[in-house]
């Protein structure tokens, strides 16, 4: 099994960390790798750019791979979605000079705009029922308007820091986009595939959750449960030959606090928090 991840870029970290996490950790440096080893012998690597990831997947040069959404519908692969990773949260918009003449997407008819997402683009126009003639470029899409290149921009956005240097504003939201895990149609329903599927979603599922140790006085369990908020009852164990139990629980982060003061109210001691790698239900 292969899987094609981000060679370099915003993405290459944060997948690397995330597969890591999920105990798909890779082997060696990755720096201007093409190939690299997991940890797991029948799993490697593929270092492909961002943008070749979603051909490189429906071709069969990989099996399975982490990219922008963005990417896989300006490919036009054919790709089965499996999980929303969540990070790389962008929108594809239309955007505009500021206080310029184009207010809406109507006001392109006959107009030019600039993009690094020319397939994106002509499908976005189509739907409309807009012919505006899109000219491709390669990075600093945002200048274009400014050099009489373009009336508009179809480019990424995310804080809007960029669009507002430049002084364009948004006219239209043509895509949200996250990285998410891709597969093609033939391996999306195997068991290698859905076990990498399940070691990820473990990860964001362990995200912004605590494990929550203590010991409780036997005769106030019923208060102790009721304190301790959703996700599951928690696990009760007996601690031999006393009238203490001992209460496992995950917790959100965001509860622990509150937990933690109403459960020393109940008596509980010797309380512990420590964090979650991974969750598999
Ligand atoms: N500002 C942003 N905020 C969030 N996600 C972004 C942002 N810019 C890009 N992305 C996401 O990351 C993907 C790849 O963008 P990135 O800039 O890393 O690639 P790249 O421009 O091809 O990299 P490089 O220019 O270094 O080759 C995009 O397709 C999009 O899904
Ligand atoms: O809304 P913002 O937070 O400002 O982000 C948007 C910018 O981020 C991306 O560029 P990137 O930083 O990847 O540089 P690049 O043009 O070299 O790819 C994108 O192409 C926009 O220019
Ligand atoms: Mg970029």
Avoid: W
């Avoid at 239309?94 to 206080?99: G, K, M, N, S, Y």
């Avoid at 459960?263 to 991974?278: F, P, Q």
Wanted: proline letters at 4%; glycine letters at 8%.
């Amino acid at each position: 099994m292969k899987i094609a991840v981000p060679n370099k870029g915003r993405l290459h970290d944060p997948t690397l960390d995330l597969l890591d996490r999920a105990g798909l950790g890779v082997e060696g440096g990755s720096d201007r790798q093409l190939y690299a080893d997991t940890v797991d012998p029948d799993i490697s690597i593929l270092f492909a750019r961002a943008a070749d990831i979603p051909e490189y997947v429906a071709d069969g040069a990989a099996d399975i791979g982490i990219t922008g959404y963005d990417m896989v519908r300006e490919a036009g692969a054919d790709l089965e979605e499996l999980i929303d990773l969540g990070f790389g949260n962008c929108r594809i918009v239309l955007a505009a000079p500021q206080d310029g003449d184009i207010q809406q997407v109507y006001d392109l008819d006959g107009k030019t705009v600039a993009t690094e997402f020319p397939h994106l683009a002509e499908e976005y126009f189509a739907e409309m029922d807009v012919d505006a003639e899109i000219v491709e470029v390669s990075g600093a899409t945002e200048l274009t308007p400014h050099v009489d290149m373009a009336d508009a921009i179809i480019d990424i956005t995310s804080t809007g820091t960029t669009l507002r240097v430049n002084r364009l504003e948004v006219v239209d939201e043509v895509l949200k986009s996250s990285v998410r895990l891709f597969a093609r149609d033939d391996v999306a329903g195997t068991e290698k595939t859905q076990q990498v599927a399940m070691a990820l979603r473990s990860v964001l599922d362990a995200d912004g959750k605590r494990y929550l140790m203590l010991n409780a006085p036997q005769d106030n369990l019923d208060a102790i449960e009721e304190v301790i908020p959703g996700l599951g009852g928690p696990t009760v164990m007996d601690v031999e030959g006393q009238d203490t139990v001992a209460v496992h629980a995950v917790v959100e982060e965001r509860h622990v606090f509150e937990t933690i003061n109403a459960l020393k109210d109940e008596g509980a001691t010797g309380i512990l928090v420590t964090e979650i790698e991974r969750l598999v239900d």
